[in-house]
Each structure stands twice: as C-alpha cells, then as structure tokens.
C-alpha cells in the first residue's frame, strides 16, 4: 500500500501542488516568500523570466519533496513497522492454540497489542485513502506496539480486574492524543503525560477539531503562530488538507497572533483573518470600519491603521492573500 502511495498517489498529488503553485500570480510571491525569487535581468523578457521562475520553483519544490518522500525515508519506518506487526501476529496466533503454543505474555498484554494493531491497520488505511500517508505514519505504528505491551501490563491497576482484558483493547484502540489524554487523567501530570497546547491556540480558530489539532501536532505545528507562519506549500505537501481551507486557518491564525483573544469581538464585525484586517490600511479617516475595530480591541483608530498597514506590508500575508484570491476569481 505504501509503495503504491509513493508511485502512483503521490505523483498526481505532485502535479496537482506544481500546477497550483506555479501560476503567474502565485510563483513569484511564493518564492519571495522563501527567499529564492531570482532577480529580473535588465531587458529579461516576461517568458524567459517566468522560465526562470518556474525553474527556481521546481528546485525548491523537488528538495522539499525528496526530503519528506523520498523512498529512503520510507525504508526504515516502514521496515521497524512491518516487523512489530508480524512479530504481533505471530505472537497472537500461537497464544490460541493452547498452552503448549502460548507465548508467555499476561492476557492483557496480549489484548493491548490487539489493539495496537486494529489501530495500526485503521491508520495505514484511513492515511492512504485520504492521501496523507507519510513515514510517520510508520513510526508511529511501531511505537503503538512498544507502548502496548506498558499499559498491557499496567491493565490490572489501570481497570478492575474482571475488565483488564478489554481495557486493554480499549486502549490499544484510542487515537494518539485521546490516548495521551486517557493516561494523564489517571496518574496526573507525569512528564509528558498532560498534553499543552501552545499560545495562541490552535482551538480559537474557527473550523478546529481535535483530529485536526492533532494532524497539526505530528507536523510539529503547536499554536497559530507556527500555523500562520509556515510554508503553506510544505502544509499541503505533508496534510491532504484542502488548500482553500488550510488558507482559512493561516489567515485566522495570522490574525489572532497580533489581537488574541480580541478576534472574537472582530468576527462579529466581519472581521475574520488578517486579510479583512489589512484591507483597512487605506482606509480614510472616519471610516466606520477603523472606529468599529477600535472599540472592539480597545485601541486607538491610529493603531488600528497602524496594524492594517503592518499586516498588508507582510510578505508571508501577501503570499495567503494570493492564494486566497484565486478562490475568488471562480
């Protein structure tokens, strides 16, 4: 399944990401972004320097993609995966045959990697079908069984005894965070039990579960001013989110970096990202718009400008206003 992701899905997705990004009004804003936007030559005409573009793009696009998704990042994890499953298997169809078969383990143990590998099967298939299947993926597949066969052993103190079993199971089922979130109600805050989430949060913008929190927090993205400030390419490359929705949430996010908790008072004005934010800095005096945004955030109308004209001057802002903007050119 993995390697057919890698040949056959992985590819169109590709395509699908080059031809988006390469557009004449996205390019050249993306790779200013970046810092890779090469200069114009004197006289350069405007097909020899979209060429060029073009080419300083596809440098970019491909060391990111053979950096996420080249096969030698598969090997190993796909490979440490494989062999807690087998291993799993083989452990689990010689404790049936009876006593003379049986692998030495507590029955809970046995559940618990039951478990492990129902959720290890669910998840290889749910990242496949949603195009989404990184080697992280993987690893997380082979520390689901190593983590197994601790609460396995814990079941007994962690349940009643007449349910340590199927706790057991129950557990080895969880998704990640719940499973993080199960543990720390139970013995505290243990180091790294109790899950934090970053400031600003994530969850104070419009459109955030817990699924995607979490989808979030295995690309090491912890609060909106990691999401606002992240390569939205690198996002769609590594997440099967919808590009226009992955948009919203970096312009939201953008937004509640600089006014916090004030953005709730903002989308009732109709103010909801950065981007309604920054269409006020040519606002005249006066403008009913500015002195609604000040009461709401307690400021000045000055500052309010003040915010607009830093948020339109922002390359990074520049570069989701763009994309944004082809959403409503359709």
Do not use: C
């Not at 994890?77 to 452990?91: E, R, Y």
């Not at 990242?127 to 299947?133: E, G, I, K, S, V």
């Not at 403008?287 to 309010?304: G, H, I, N």
């Amino acid at each position: 399944m993995s390697l057919a992701y890698l040949v056959l899905r992985l590819q169109a997705r590709k395509a699908a990401l080059v031809n988006f990004f390469t557009q004449d009004v996205i390019i050249e804003r993306y790779l200013v972004m970046r810092g890779r936007r090469p200069p114009r030559a004197e006289g350069e005409s405007d097909d020899a320097y979209r060429a060029r573009l073009r080419l300083a793009f596809n440098t970019v696009f491909t060391g990111e993609l053979r950096q996420q998704y080249s096969l030698r990042n598969f090997v190993l994890p796909m490979a440490l995966a494989w062999f807690v499953a087998a291993l799993t298997i083989f452990i689990l169809v010689r404790s049936i045959f009876g006593p003379a078969f049986s692998v030495s383990l507590p029955s809970a143990m046995l559940y618990a990697l039951f478990g492990a590998f129902v959720w290890s099967v669910w998840m290889i298939i749910r990242a496949y079908t949603r195009n989404d299947l990184t080697p992280s993926t993987f690893y997380w597949v082979f520390f689901r069984h190593l983590l197994a066969l601790a609460y396995g052993g814990l079941a007994g103190q962690i349940f009643t005894p007449a349910y340590a079993d199927l706790g057991a199971f129950f557990v080895g089922t969880l998704p990640f965070s719940q499973l993080i979130r199960f543990f720390g109600t139970r013995f505290g805050t243990l180091a790294g039990l109790t899950p934090t989430e970053g400031a600003p949060k994530l969850s104070d913008l419009q459109g955030m579960d817990s699924t995607v929190i979490q989808r979030l927090d295995e690309m090491d993205i912890h609060s909106a001013q990691d999401l606002a400030f992240s390569d939205p390419m690198e996002l769609l490359l590594l997440s099967n989110f919808p590009v226009k929705v992955l948009v919203d949430w970096m312009d939201q996010a953008f937004l509640l970096n600089y006014v916090g908790e004030g953005i709730a008072d903002l989308r009732v004005r109709g103010i909801r990202g950065a981007i309604e934010m920054a269409s006020l800095h040519n606002a005249p005096e006066g403008d009913p718009r500015v002195e609604s945004v000040a009461t709401a955030l307690k400021v000045t109308p000055s500052d309010v400008r003040n915010l607009a004209s830093n948020l339109y001057l922002d390359n990074h802002l520049l570069l989701i206003w763009h994309l944004w903007g082809l959403f409503e050119q359709k």
